[in-house]
């Protein structure tokens, strides 16, 4: 081989292999490592580097004295089966923990007050009479709203729209007040007036194409599944001691260069001058460390938010980094306390609250995580977490860690009763964490793509992209395996 023209060494460069390098660890990218160390020949080898001190990115466990505290995500929905069907292929079938089906009420604030979402309505859509009419949580006139779904005909044009103007259309003002806004745009952290539904809420999309109503295209479906041989497992899962098991068994599986710690702070392209290689392999990137490490990369999986891979393709192609610059993010915080649960008086009987834009209070949701799941609190202990934050509370971030308590426990005083000192409380801050789908998303994805192509053997995967739940990270992980395994093919073919 050619000496390189590079001043330092090169940590990789070794002719007979094809080496990827995975930047950011969180499950995106730890997944896209163990679809390559499931399939990839030997001659394919890979680096993942992750610029914090810890695997799992959002993802993010802690055993507080006994309390199962997640400081992001919670569990994962088994409609989409990739995240069930990892943690069973890990071996983690034995662990896992669905919601505890016999509660699975959920409250929603309406002036100070909580009130529960009539049984049967699934996330928007009214499926039992009884009680969607008895509830107190829509108007007469709203619920007759609603029920105009069943004859209003289907949208003419093709192509996106906001959820609000979706829910506006088909089941009117006050199903978008109360329920869809602080339920379905809660989901995705993300402003119902921007969010696109054919990005977040496709199978929307679909009820209204292929039935005109949705509350007759979900009474359909509601009716299919009911059919099924076999009982669907419930609608989100975790694991036993958290999410955070599914990242230790997955890093369990990794037999690759596997780096903490590392941030990368550079891309460079290889022209090829001075790199050439029996293998013609002279086309690949030089990834810089902060640390001053250089890695040579045949292929690059890009799993970081979009701004920071925005910042490290800028040098390689400044259109597409504009382009990820378009993609906006907001930020959130949880709050998780603990209490003795004889000093609660509250019953806590369902999974929590969530809390309409109009509602003037700083919390935009509460889970009452000890009835949601078994196992997250030590006997005669609660366990709730708060959500502050989000688009249209993003200020409260501002205040201090001890203001943001005070805050807090005013307000569950008052929605809640709750006068007890919690007996701990712990605070996740996410800056700048949780990618907003505007409408138009899947184009701009697409468009995108279409100039990453300009890159070859340059990948983006993550939840930027096609999906911010895990189920879907898990997929674009292993898509993207699929990719940089099918040009390592085809790169040793030549
Ligand atoms: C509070 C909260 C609650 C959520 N709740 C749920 C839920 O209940 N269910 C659900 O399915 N989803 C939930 N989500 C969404 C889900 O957790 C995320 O979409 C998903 O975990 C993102 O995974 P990722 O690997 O794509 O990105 P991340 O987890 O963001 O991973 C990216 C990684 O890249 C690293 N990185 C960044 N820059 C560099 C660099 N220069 N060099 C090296 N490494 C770098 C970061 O440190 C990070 O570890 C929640 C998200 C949040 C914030």
């Not at 694991?239 to 941030?263: F, H, I, K, Y």
């Amino acid at each position: 081989m050619n000496s390189t023209r590079f001043s330092e060494p090169l940590h990789r460069l070794d002719t007979d292999t094809f080496h990827v390098v995975i930047i950011g660890g969180g499950i995106t990218g730890l997944a896209a490592a163990y679809y390559l160390e499931k399939h990839a020949p030997p001659y394919v080898t890979y680096s993942v580097l992750e610029g914090d001190t810890r695997w799992g990115g959002k993802i993010v466990t802690e055993n507080i004295s006994g309390f199962i505290v997640e400081g992001g995500p919670d569990s994962f929905l088994t409609q989409k089966p990739a995240a069930l069907n990892l943690c069973r292929e890990l071996g983690l079938e034995e662990r896992l923990l669905g919601t505890n089906e016999a509660q699975r009420k959920v409250y929603v604030l309406l002036n100070g007050r909580l009130r529960p979402l009539p049984d049967g309505v699934m996330l928007v859509i009214p499926t039992r009479f009884t009680p969607f009419v008895t509830s107190s949580l829509i108007s007469w006139p709203g619920k007759l709203r609603m029920a105009l779904d069943l004859v209003i005909p289907r949208r003419r044009q093709d192509g996106d729209e906001s959820l609000a103007s979706f829910i506006r259309r088909r089941l009117g003002q006050e199903a978008l007040d109360k329920i869809a806004e602080p339920l379905m745009a809660g989901i995705h952290v993300a402003d119902a007036e921007r969010q696109s539904l054919a990005a977040t809420f496709p199978r929307f999309m679909e009820l209204e194409r292929v039935h005109r109503s949705l509350i007759k295209g979900m009474l359909i479906q509601k009716r299919q599944l009911a059919r099924r041989a076999v009982p669907a497992p419930p609608l989100f899962m975790t694991l036993r001691d958290g999410l955070g098991e599914l990242v230790s068994a997955l890093c369990a599986r990794l037999r690759g260069d596997m780096r903490l710690n590392s941030p990368v702070v550079r891309l460079e392209k290889v022209d090829g001058n001075g790199m050439a290689t029996p293998h013609g392999r002279a086309n690949g990137y030089l990834v810089r460390l902060r640390d001053g490490q250089t890695i040579y990369a045949d292929a690059i999986v890009l799993a970081v938010p979009a701004y920071t891979a925005a910042t490290l393709v800028a040098p390689l192609h400044a259109t597409l980094a504009q382009r990820l610059h378009s993609i906006r993010y907001v930020s959130t915080a949880t709050l998780s306390l603990g209490y003795r649960r004889s000093e609660l008086d509250h019953p806590l009987d369902g999974f929590g609250f969530v809390v309409p834009r109009r509602e003037p209070t700083h919390l935009m949701a509460c889970t009452w995580t000890s009835t949601k799941f078994f196992h997250r609190a030590p006997a005669g202990y609660a366990l709730l977490r708060v959500f502050l934050g989000g688009p249209h509370r993003e200020a409260t971030l501002a205040l201090d860690d001890e203001a943001i308590l005070d805050l807090v426990r005013k307000e569950l005083q008052c929605i809640m009763g709750i006068r007890a000192d919690p007996v701990f409380v712990r605070l996740h801050r996410w800056q700048d964490a949780n990618p907003q789908y505007d409408v138009g998303h899947l184009e701009r994805v697409a468009e995108i793509e279409g100039l990453v192509a300009a890159l070859p053997g340059l990948y983006l995967t993550g939840s930027a992209f096609r999906g911010v739940g895990i189920p879907d990270c898990i997929v674009q992980g292993e898509n993207v395996a699929k990719a940089v395994l099918s040009m390592a093919v085809q790169r040793a073919a030549h």
